[in-house]
T-cell receptor, first 116, second 109 residues
């Protein structure tokens, strides 16, 4: 089945530093990738949608200058949390969809970010 | 507006059957997904329905009624490992996924 690899699984960083999270589709071409954030006991919250080779579309309330998304190839998207603060601590999950728009989303294993 | 409703929490007994309901209101409709999410983990795909009717996949089945804007996930022969959150998500006319808040399923021995 389709596999999405997300790295790192967890990261602890100091306030003010930046963190990059990678999301790779291993056995299919992901024309669209999605980045979600999930706080404990809450539902998934879509942050942004990225299509290969174009700028990401951010959801309302998500700062594009703080959460930089790059989708440089059909198999790789990255999310960089810039100048991280403790309130950015959360579970970040990427997902990827293949060519067909009704393809199911396949999720990475998520990255647990803790900002101290 | 677009909306997905599903119960917040359900409890069932090991070995029993449980049905998790989901109602949706979306701008257009291109199908409905069910995902399973264990605590601290990412969601995993369970099923996709776009036509009316029941789709069976082992112990799990998913049903869709487009006219009623309604779906359910049926879990049979419940096992302790089925304790998780179950997320319902509808694909709208723009192929955007609209997510429900999830149903936390607690399985008791």
């Amino acid at each position: 089945g389709a596999v999405v690899s997300q790295h790192p699984s967890w990261v602890i960083c100091k306030s003010g530093t930046s963190v990059k999270i990678e999301c790779r589709s291993l056995d299919f071409q992901a024309t669209t990738m999605f980045w979600y954030r999930q706080f404990p006991k809450q539902s998934l919250m879509l942050m942004a949608t990225s299509n290969e080779g174009s700028k990401a579309t951010y959801e309302q309330g998500v700062e594009k200058d703080k959460f930089l998304i790059n989708h440089a190839s059909l198999t790789l998207s990255t999310l960089t949390v810039t100048s991280a603060h403790p309130e950015d601590s959360s579970f970040y999950i990427c997902s990827a969809r293949g060519v067909r728009e009704v393809s199911p989303l396949h999720f990475g294993n998520g990255t647990r970010l803790t900002v101290t | 507006g677009q909306n997905i409703d599903q119960p917040t929490e359900m409890t069932a007994t090991e070995g029993a059957i449980v049905q998790i309901n989901c109602t949706y209101q979306t701008s257009g409709f291109n199908g409905l997904f069910w995902y399973q999410q264990h605590a601290g983990e990412a969601p995993t795909f369970l099923s996709y329905n776009v036509l009316d009717g029941l789709e069976e996949k082992g112990r799990f089945s998913s049903f869709l009624s487009r006219s009623k804007g309604y779906s359910y996930l049926l879990l049979k022969e419940l096992q302790m490992k089925d304790s998780a959150s179950y997320l319902c998500a509808a694909l709208d006319s723009n192929y955007q996924l609209i997510w429900g808040a999830g149903t936390k399923l607690i399985i008791k021995p």
